[in-house]
């Protein structure tokens, strides 16, 4: 099992362009979240998914947009990035919302 | 705005030392976790805490959950410099709907 997979692993932004940051996990969990980190804050939950098909807003949802049409795949939408997001992304599974989460490797990005 | 707050911030010790980091709010939780996190990685789950009062021990590693379900403590004993890394708290409110993550702490341990 590859586990949860990320990519990319970095990624440079000028303002104002759009991305796509993707996120798969092989383990067949229902739940899958996006979370960012940024020194001295912890991690926040951006958004969250409780299966395919259906989506939530986590706590810092503004300019994020994720969609998950299948169980293995949750990608985050940067719609106009702006460098307030500029941080460190992680994606996160599990088989419920309380079982373990597991944590992919990250994607560190740059708006400038 | 619930909020961990995660003391000291910062711990450099020498291998061999004991110490204690706190992860502390005003707010109850349901459970709470503790993660460790090394550079480069995401975070991975070292132990869950649910009933007020709990101690689980892994090892060198001490958890316990405060009483009140508000705070909770990771004491290691003994450390190690493979314990190095950033360790964060993380409590969940609100039936499960909610999860806070503390502001970390990074430890650092000299051989």
């Known amino acids: 099992n590859a586990g949860v997979t990320q990519t990319p692993k970095f990624q440079v932004l000028k303002t104002g362009q759009s991305m796509t940051l993707q996120c798969a996990q092989d383990?067949?969990?229902?739940?899958m979240s996006w979370y960012r980190q940024d020194p001295g804050m912890g991690l926040r939950l951006i958004h969250y998914?409780?299966?395919?098909?259906?989506?939530d807003q986590g706590e810092v949802p503004n300019g994020y947009n994720v969609s998950r049409s299948t169980t293995e795949d949750f990608p985050l939408r940067l719609l106009s990035a702006a460098p307030s997001q500029t941080s460190v992304y992680f994606c996160?599974?599990?088989?419920?919302?309380?079982?373990?989460?597991?944590f992919g490797p990250g994607t560190r990005l740059t708006v400038l | 705005t619930q909020l961990l707050e995660q003391s000291p911030q910062f711990l450099s010790i020498q291998e061999g030392e004991n110490l204690t980091v706190y992860c502390n709010s005003s707010?109850?939780?349901?459970?709470l976790q503790w993660y460790r996190q090394e550079p480069g990685e995401g975070p991975v789950l070292l132990v869950t805490?649910?009933?007020?009062?709990e101690v689980k021990k892994l090892k060198r590693l001490t958890f316990q959950f405060g009483d009140a379900r508000k705070d909770s403590s990771l004491h290691i004993t003994a450390a190690q410099t493979g314990d190095t890394g950033l360790y964060l708290c993380?409590?969940?409110?609100?039936?499960?709907?909610?999860?806070?993550f503390g502001t970390g702490t990074k430890l650092q341990v000299i051989p």
């Open positions: 996160a599974s599990s088989y419920t919302r309380t079982d373990t989460q597991y």
């Open positions: 383990m067949n969990h229902e739940y």
């Open positions: 998914s409780v299966g395919a098909g259906i989506t």
């Open positions: 707010s109850v939780f349901s459970s």
């Open positions: 805490v649910v009933t007020g009062g």
């Open positions: 993380a409590g969940y409110s609100g039936g499960y709907q909610k999860v806070t």
